[in-house]
């Protein structure tokens, strides 16, 4: 266990349903930057789920692995989660993941540069690096002129610049080639459990992967339904997804919504999630994921709202001008928590509105 994680309540009850915490969070209430690690023993197999990533939480694991024979779970490939998946102390252990991850296993990478690619592709040097304060003006200034004189530079500047901030947020990346295992599509089954039904995967009798995209085309949630405990990832967050590669608004709203009705009818009684404690009790994983959803649905009208009193839809920089200077109290601690602050990024947020409800808006865009 962390030495610093100091809610016995929390992992008394973690313990007597087989589970094990490794996380950087000290503060009830508070979040983490890179996900939790979590240790699951069921009566036919352990399990690491999200070895996450960083030479300190490598560490980690290795000091406190309650087993010595035991399989990998990620929930999907973001870096925090899946970077240490292929380090030395999982060599004999096979990494069991999303199909969708097969083609991203080479480049785990890509959350930094293909993501910082696209981002400034689609929302300008100004609109990544100056609405979210990451850089000055003068630096804006000379990163236009850059790209100006040289895409092609500018380019292989971003990618370098990106692959730096990747090493010091990172640290080293592992990926798991060597013992990676990849669920396949053809034995994708409907599951159904207290009237709830997901897609998804049996890994053994008692633990099920479940299909569950919206922050990530390849996010998994794991699932211990004689327990009732539930291993959500990152698909239960404010402001979620902020994926702007891989991310889905309407596939959020569908799982996150089908997570609460498992949960109303008493499937679940501890929902582990990845950058905050999880919450036990039938009652407050209800309420949580309740708050959770409510606080999605505000923001969601509110964008709504701001966007339908935009009259060109391929103005981006016009609506995110509104949404950064919008007066409500929401849009205020979006901006709070904006990146490189937290991960949640509201122009990514904006961005997948308009791709996924003004296809009209995207498809001018585009043309331009």
Not at 61 to 70: G, M, T, V, W
Not at 177 to 205: H, K, P
Not at 345 to 351: G, K, P, R, S
């Amino acid at each position: 266990m962390n030495q610093d994680f100091k809610f016995p309540q929390i992992e008394n009850c973690l313990a007597e349903n087989g589970v094990f915490l490794i996380t950087d969070i000290c503060e009830e209430g508070k979040g983490a930057a890179i996900a939790n690690t979590y240790f699951l023993q069921t009566d036919t197999g352990n399990y690491v789920i999200d070895p996450a990533c960083g030479k300190r939480r490598l560490q980690q694991i290795k000091a406190r692995l309650p087993f010595k024979e035991y399989d990998v779970l990620l929930t999907h490939s973001h870096l925090d989660h899946s970077a240490n998946s292929g380090a030395a102390v999982f060599f004999n252990s096979q990494v069991i993941c999303h199909p969708l991850v097969a083609g991203k296993i080479n480049n785990l990478q890509r959350n930094y540069t293909d993501v910082t690619a696209k981002m400034v592709r689609e929302f300008g040097v100004h609109g990544f690096f100056g609405r979210t304060g990451m850089l000055g003006p003068t630096m804006i200034k000379l990163l236009r002129w850059i790209q100006k004189q040289s895409p092609a530079i500018f380019d292989r500047l971003l990618h370098a610049v990106s692959l730096i901030l990747c090493c010091i947020k990172v640290g080293s990346i592992y990926p798991p080639t060597r013992n990676v295992t990849f669920l396949s599509m053809d034995q994708l089954a409907d599951l159904c459990f207290e009237n709830s039904f997901f897609r998804g995967w049996a890994i053994r009798e008692d633990l099920f992967a479940l299909e569950t995209p919206g922050h990530q085309d390849d996010h998994l949630s794991f699932y211990v339904p004689g327990r009732k405990l539930m291993f959500a990832g990152d698909l239960i967050s404010f402001l979620n997804p902020n994926d702007i590669l891989d991310g889905s608004l309407k596939e959020t709203h569908t799982w996150m919504k089908k997570m609460l009705q498992l949960a109303e009818a008493g499937g679940i009684n501890i929902l582990a999630v990845s950058h905050s404690l999880p919450i036990v009790g039938k009652d407050q994983v209800i309420a949580y994921l309740r708050s959770v959803i409510d606080k999605q649905e505000e923001a969601f009208n509110t964008i709504a709202e701001i966007i339908a009193s935009c009259p060109d839809k391929s103005d981006f920089d016009g609506i995110m001008a509104k949404v950064y200077s919008h007066d409500s109290e929401l849009i205020k601690k979006i901006l709070k928590i904006n990146y490189p602050r937290s991960i949640s990024f509201i122009d990514v947020y904006v961005y997948l509105y308009l791709k996924e409800y003004c296809r009209e808006g995207m498809e001018s865009r585009t043309n331009q």
